[in-house]
């Protein structure tokens, strides 16, 4: 039997996603559970925080996925923050299955020159939350009372109106009429918290909204422990993605500035954005910009985890991702059949494997890998894209 036999027959074994199906909370723990052990080489699964809250009725675990060499520098991304956007996760778990497969068979294909195209992908390491708002993501799997969507449409966290630190006036109001539970995750974060169009200033103070902020920034359970997350790996992460849907758009950060600000990104960092975002866009055929140039001027809203990454932490590479259907095709909207999910997932996926190819480009002195399968020393000393070194504007640190 060949080399390539054997290595076919494992990988099967390895296939473990049911990508004909939305997932539910659990299934998505059982499949990266399961998936960490089958992949143990090239996979780990950490616990990054929990959704506990005094007095919520349900807690999940907030689970991070690493795969890759640990010394190696990080693409991370978020997905599955906004609870009724199901093709988010499950886009993420479909890439990060592939992914597990290329580093499990890593030794192979740099053997292989068939196989030369997956190299790139070596080089970094992958980091992802698969599922940051778990509680929610739980409570639209639940069953919906006849002729209602109430728990599939669930946006929010679960944090219970009891918990919340708020007037009495709006309390009341909360209490008489009901639909005042959870917070927007990605209204949450400190860069841009509250600030946008005038309607959504108003709009995110409010409880019974979809887009409520919460009282301060970093208030939720789920957006500390994306903190904690940065704040440990930010020296080794080169870019930070939020995948989310529905649209098919990509946007830059500072999503709460008109796209004349004066604060808005602008200049050759922009250009890094733009050019970036054309490359892996190779594989998605999305609209690109800020949201301003993309949208109304009433979706102007701050307190993003894109915001956050970029301006709290910056991280230049950093964007949306809004996935499958089209913005135009609201009447399918985050409903998106379940025979989608394999599609769009090969269409993220070949998209990371962009990223990489223009990583390696970016960051030449970072790559382990060549296209001879190659060994390089990693140069000490700057971690700037090489024809950006003296640019402020890309400290990594």
Known sequence: MTLFVLVTNSVKKINILNSNKYLNMEEVESFLERLSKLTSDALTLEFIGDTFIEGKDMVHKIYLVKIGDPRDHILYFDCGIHAREWISPASCLYVIQKLAIVFEYKNYILRSQKLIKWRPLLNYQWHFIPVLNPDGYFRSHEPDTDGEDTNRMQRKNMRPLKTMNITDDIAEKCYDEGGCFGVDLNRNFPSGWGMGHKSFIQESALPWTSVYKSHKPLSEPESQAVHKYIKKHRQKILSAISVHAYGREIYYAKGYLESDHPDQIKGPQRDLLREFAKYFNK??????????????????????????????WKINISYTIELDPDISKFQVGFKLPPKEIKPVGKKL??????MARKMDQLYPHLKKYTRHGRHHKIRQGSSKPKRYQDQDYYRLY
């Open 283 to 312: 594989a998605l055929d999305y609209r690109i910009g800020t949201v301003s140039d993309l949208l109304d001027e009433t979706n102007l809203c701050g307190g993003a985890t894109d915001d956050y990454y970029s301006t709290y």
């Open 349 to 354: 996926f070949h998209a990371v494997l962009l």
